[in-house]
C-alpha cells in the first residue's frame, strides 16, 4: 500500500538516524528524499544535524528544486536527487551520504567497480565511481548522468555515495550493502591480492539471478582504471565478446586508453563457487 506523506516523514527521520549512528554522515551532511505525487519530493532540509532532525524540520520542494513548504531550504545537493528522479521514473527515494570505506577508496583511486563477491553481482551488479564534480554545482548531477540509468548504486569520487531505490529503505539498504563491500575489500586487501569473479563465474551468477526472477544488473564490461588487480599487475579477463582490462594507475576517466599487459586471473575452484551461489540462492529465496 502506499505510504502518505507523514510515512514519508517518518521514514526520512529514520533513515537519517540510522546513517548518522552508522558513522556515515556527520554533522549537516548528507540527504535524503522520497518522490511524492502531483510532482513534489519531500527532502531533508540544508544545514541541519541529520542525526537530530525532525520530521516538520522536511522540506517540500518542485522538481526543479524550489521550496514548497517548509521552514528551510534544500539541500544544495537536491539537484543530484531531481536528476535522479527524472532520469528514472520507476524509483521513489534517494539516499545520498559519505560512507568512510566507499570515499576511502576513492580517494585512494581504487574503484569497487570489479566483481568481487557474488552477492553484488545479484543485487547491484558493478558499483560504478562517478569522476569528481565541485560540490554544490551543476557539475554534480552531470557526474552522475552516465550511470544513474544503469546503477542503483554510485560512489562519488572523493564525496560519498549515491543509492536510489523504490523505498527509501531499499535506497539506504544498498548504502549499506556498497559500505560492507567496501569494508571487506579493505580488509582482503590487509591480506594480500584480491582477484575478481571470473566472465564465466559472473556469467553463472546472472543465469542463477535470471531463474530467481531477479532484475538484470549491468556489469560494467571495462573495468575502470584502479589499483584492485593484484599487486599493481595488469589484469585481463577474457570474454565472449570483448575484452575488459584493468590498469593500476589513472583516474575512472582514463578507462578509454589502458596500455594492458595481460595476465590470466586465477579462479576460485568451481566447486567453492557452487556452495556460495548455494548460499546466496538459499537466502534470496527464504527472504
Ligand atoms: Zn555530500
Not at 580517494?107 to 557474488?118: I, N, S
Not at 569528481?132 to 564525496?159: M, N
Not at 531505490?165 to 580488509?187: C, M, P, S, W
Amino acid at each position: 500500500m502506499l505510504k502518505n506523506e507523514d510515512e514519508h516523514r517518518k521514514d526520512i527521520v529514520e533513515i537519517c538516524r540510522r546513517t548518522y549512528k552508522q558513522g556515515w554522515i556527520a554533522a549537516s551532511d548528507g540527504n535524503v528524499s522520497v518522490r511524492l505525487p502531483r510532482n513534489r519530493v519531500l527532502t531533508t532540509p540544508t544545514k541541519l544535524h541529520k542525526g537530530f532532525i525532525t520530521e516538520r524540520d522536511l522540506v517540500i520542494i518542485d522538481m526543479d528544486g524550489k521550496p514548497i513548504s517548509g521552514k528551510y531550504g534544500p539541500s544544495s545537493e537536491i539537484m543530484m536527487h531531481l536528476e535522479c528522479y527524472k532520469m528514472r521514473p520507476e524509483i521513489e527515494a534517494v539516499v545520498h551520504a559519505h560512507p568512510t570505506y566507499c570515499v576511502a577508496f576513492s580517494l585512494a583511486g581504487v574503484t569497487l567497480a570489479k566483481c568481487m563477491l557474488p552477492e553484488v553481482v545479484f543485487s547491484l551488479g558493478s558499483i560504478p565511481t562517478a569522476s569528481y564534480s565541485t560540490p554544490t554545482t551543476e557539475e554534480v548531477p552531470q557526474s552522475i548522468q552516465e550511470y544513474v540509468k544503469d546503477f542503483d548504486a554510485i560512489i562519488l569520487e572523493r564525496h560519498g555515495s549515491l543509492t536510489i531505490g523504490k523505498t527509501v529503505f531499499d535506497a539506504y539498504n544498498l548504502l549499506e550493502r556498497i559500505e560492507h563491500v567496501a569494508q571487506i575489500t579493505h580488509a582482503a586487501r590487509q591480506l594480500g591480492d584480491l582477484n575478481p569473479l571470473s566472465q564465466e563465474q559472473i556469467g553463472k551468477l546472472k543465469k542463477v539471478g535470471e531463474n530467481l526472477g531477479l532484475p538484470p544488473r549491468k556489469i560494467l564490461q571495462r573495468c575502470q582504471s584502479c589499483k584492485a588487480c593484484p599487486s599493481g599487475k595488469l589484469a585481463s579477463l577474457q570474454q565472449s565478446d570483448s575484452t575488459s582490462t584493468c590498469s593500476s594507475q589513472g583516474s575512472p576517466k582514463s578507462e578509454a586508453s589502458p596500455q594492458p599487459t595481460p595476465t590470466t586471473i586465477p579462479n576460485p575452484s568451481d566447486q567453492l563457487m557452487n556452495i556460495i551461489v548455494e548460499e546466496i540462492v538459499k537466502e534470496l529465496t527464504n527472504s
